[in-house]
């Protein structure tokens, strides 16, 4: 059984990757839009992994006697300016839900939670990964700057990424 204090910190998890989600499609159509197919495709599926995380959540927390809750939607920006401050917003969305997750880490901690703990350890681990992939694709960007060719070749790239098979993080479904 969860305490009240670890159900609701896990809820308000539950609101944070139910937004995750949302934000990424936001871009995903926007990129769409604009003709950046491949790009597209790659935030679509990682929309469809933030989901899977927030559905993980709901169930742990039942499982545990708690009651997940489906967080109020919340209309992420649907405008940017470029492909390069999408994957900065990523980047720094992602280091906020890994700072998010940690402080549930260190809450389990204190309230001796060692199974809410041993759960998290998968988020843990998850956000390693995601936090290198979004440095990783603004490494690329920052080479490619403002080369046309470049562009469509990323685009191309991430679109590969995100095949199904691919076996990529955000190929996976
Ligand atoms: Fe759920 O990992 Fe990204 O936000």
Not at 124 to 151: F, H, Y
Request: proline content about 2%.
């Amino acid at each position: 059984m969860i305490s009240g204090k670890i159900e609701a910190a896990l809820n308000r998890q539950i609101d944070l990757e139910g937004f995750s989600s949302m934000y990424y499609l936001c871009m995903a159509s926007w990129c769409e839009v604009k003709g950046y197919n491949g790009i597209a495709q790659f935030l679509y599926n990682h929309s469809d992994e933030e989901r899977m995380h927030m559905l993980k959540l709901f169930r742990y927390i039942n499982d545990r006697g708690g009651h997940a809750i489906v967080p109020g939607l919340e209309s992420p920006p649907k405008d940017f300016q470029s492909i390069q401050e999408i994957f900065e917003i990523v980047h720094s969305h992602e280091v906020k839900v890994s700072n998010e997750i940690n402080a549930l880490v260190e809450l389990c901690m204190q309230e001796k939670d060692y199974t809410t703990h041993n759960f998290l350890q998968w988020y843990v681990t998850e956000q390693i990964e995601e936090e290198s992939l979004a440095r990783n694709i603004l490494d690329k960007l920052k080479l490619i700057g403002e080369d046309k060719g470049g562009m469509y070749l990323f685009d191309r790239d991430l679109g590969t990424m995100a095949a199904p098979g691919a076996g990529s993080a955000h190929g996976k479904k």
